[in-house]
């Protein structure tokens, strides 16, 4: 019997991307049968994954093949219509987001994946599914993190627009939590109320559900526009009344615990978290900002406030003496601050000391134990 191999009992192929310390990946592809696969039968040479990448195709290297019932990774195997190719994520090629150096900005290009199937696969029932010579594209993708943000955006009576994403934790009746605001760089500046929350872990971590199992808490990430100049960044008006007012609104439409709220961000991200809480001290439990600056001379606004600052020494970006000054200011005011500092040569790029930071499962359990009294 003649076969024909240009056809594939492959319906759809769907991309499934995490947030790591240094953004989003491809981590695996779901692919769709038009019947059960015999699990098996498969192997790491049952199929090849390419992505393109500046019009060029780039092999994944493939960690592990399995058959599923349900379209998700899994630790065990079970024979089923989806089979899972699971990608390492340190491949030089999985990252989704692009650094662009001359406009200083991260964005995310449609992802373009190839798969194809190179060895004969069997189903439940036995009958075998030979290879194909034809490549099949990525339909959709997914991220189990992401996919829970809800996308919104706040809007002033003169048309400005804030855009921002809300993780909503699981509830309970006459229970309160905690919101977590997250500033972004000047890198993930834009308008696809995406690229703030996929470029870096900021955000996503805390909506995490290692992190959501032990403390429940909302997350709000929102997003300036590209056009915000980045020296105002997180100051600029009309955006931080835009912010103010929308922290106002979710208090009278969520139950958050007034008393746990916290700030964090990194670069202008950090920058901004400085400067909320030095205008605002009113608002917040705690801040985590990352390779800011403040205003060394208004240290007394909150030298009452948990703080736990992060800079590397040899910022070339945002000097370390941002975070240094504050740090000896509320220091000589005897406030709780905590500051670490990453020595110089130690990270791979001395600017983003975010990376190891959001890593920390220590700063993760200091934050929700801080309450404003």
């Known amino acids: 019997m003649r076969v024909d191999k240009t056809k594939s009992p492959i319906q759809r192929i769907d991309l499934v991307t995490n947030i790591t310390a240094d953004g989003e990946k491809v981590i695996a592809a779901i692919l769709k049968f038009n019947e059960e696969i015999n699990g098996a039968s498969l192997s790491n040479k049952s199929f090849t994954v390419k992505a393109s990448v500046n019009g060029a195709w780039q092999q994944r290297t493939i960690t ?30 999985a990252n989704t987001i692009v650094w662009n150096d001359e406009q200083y900005q991260s964005r995310k290009p449609p992802l373009n994946y190839a798969v194809s199937q190179t060895e004969t696969v069997y189903t439940h029932n036995g009958n075998p599914l030979f290879p194909s010579d034809k490549q099949l594209r990525n339909n959709g993708e997914m991220n189990p993190i992401i996919d829970y943000f809800k996308q919104a955006a706040i809007t002033d009576e003169f048309g400005n627009n804030l855009p921002y994403r809300l993780f909503e934790p699981k509830v309970e009746t006459d229970q309160t939590y905690p919101l977590v605001l997250f500033l972004h760089g000047a890198g993930e500046k834009g308008n696809d109320n995406a690229v703030h929350i996929l470029a870096n872990k900021g955000a996503a971590m805390w909506a995490s559900p290692e992190i959501q199992k032990q403390h429940p808490a909302f997350v709000l990430a929102p997003q300036l526009p590209l056009d915000v100049p980045t020296k105002n960044g997180w100051a600029a008006d009309p955006y931080y009344s835009l912010l103010l007012q929308l922290l106002q609104d979710m208090q009278k439409t969520y139950p958050i615990d007034e008393s746990r709220i916290y700030v964090t961000g990194m670069s202008m991200g950090g920058i901004g978290t400085w400067h909320f809480i030095q205008k605002n001290p009113q608002i917040f439990a705690a801040a985590i900002p990352i390779c800011g600056q403040g205003s060394p001379s208004n240290a007394g606004i909150i030298k ?16 370390v003496s941002g975070s240094r000054h504050m740090v000896a200011a509320l220091q000589f005011l005897r406030s709780p ?23 920390k499962q220590e700063l993760v359990n200091w934050l929700f134990l801080q309450k404003k009294l």
Do not use: C, R
Request: aromatic residues 12%; charged residues 20%; glycine residues 2%.
């Open 64 to 93: 592990n093949v399995y058959s599923n019932h349900q379209p998700e990774l899994s630790k065990s195997q079970v024979n089923g219509p989806y089979v899972i190719i699971e990608l390492d994520e340190h491949d030089e090629h």
């Open 304 to 319: 009452h406030m948990p703080i736990w600052a992060f800079h590397a020494a040899d910022d070339k970006i945002v000097p």
């Open 337 to 359: 601050i905590k500051y670490t500092e990453y020595p110089a040569g130690s990270l791979h790029h001395p600017h983003m000391s975010w990376i190891p930071t959001y890593e």
